[in-house]
């Protein structure tokens, strides 16, 4: 059953990132009529995707940020590999039964400069967390609710080795840090390691999507200062909490927070382009 219903949240995923801004405003069975079977198109094209790879699932959520916070970001091709190809591979699925019908508008400008103080880094605190995600209409619940993202995936090491080498005048090691978590840290990454490293973001559940994220915070397991900060601060830390206690009420608000995310930004009407190839303008 937690199966099927992670299934169901990624599937509304994909099919978010492919619909996310078409002709009108969008609503509940936009296309009943023009493709009635979307979602189970979809649903297909990503259980098979899932089946190849584990990696599509934290691909596509990273994907699906990235798009949501920065217009059309240029790094979203290098940053998305997998969950890339899963979108792509949904559109292909629903052209084959529904021609021309399904897209989404994107913009018409790709550019770097874009990206600079729209994503939040692995070293911000609450405060920053907040102000960033409120300025997308996003609330302190949304933020921590879409951080449990971060149960799946991996993250390079020069991303966080700063809590493990150079945290501070009176400690080298960040004292958040479970100390057997540092450790092991520092044997996956050690001081001026290689650029490509990468370790899970969660060391419990790294490939199952699911609330062990929250209960590693409280067992300081939390690989950025952004997740830790999580547990640390009294204002977040009762969601925190609760979600570590309740996975099903935190599937519940991560499904309600995904569909806000998905609104960040979204093009209606005239603004933008629907593109017949999502690697390109047309």
Known sequence: MEL??????????????IV??????????????????VEEIVRGAVTKKISQTVVTIPATLRLFFHDCFVEDAPDNLSLAGDGFDTVIKAKAAVEAQC??????????????????????????NLDSLTTLFGKNNLTLFDMITLSGAHTVGFAHCSRFTNRLYRFGSSSSVDPTINPDYARELMQACPANVGPTI???????????????????????LGLFTSDEVLYADGRSQPVVKGFAG?????????????????RVGVKTGRRGQIRRDCTAFN
Do not use: H
């Not at 099927?4 to 990132?17: A, H, N, P």
């Not at 399904?102 to 880094?121: E, F, M, T």
């Open 4 to 17: 099927m219903i992670r299934r169901s949240l990624f599937m509304m995923l994909v099919l978010s990132t």
């Open 20 to 37: 996310r801004g078409g002709e009108a405003k969008l609503w509940p069975n936009f296309y009943r009529s023009t493709c009635p079977n």
């Open 99 to 124: 021609p021309g019908v399904l897209g989404r508008r994107d913009g018409l400008v790709s550019l770097a400069s874009r990206v600079a103080g729209k994503l939040p880094g692995p070293d911000f």
């Open 198 to 220: 990468a370790v899970n973001m969660d060391p419990v559940t790294p490939i199952t999507f699911d609330n062990v994220y929250y209960a590693n915070l409280a067992a300081g």
């Open 246 to 262: 309740d996975q099903s009420s935190f599937f519940a608000a991560f499904a309600k927070s995904m569909v806000k995310l998905g």
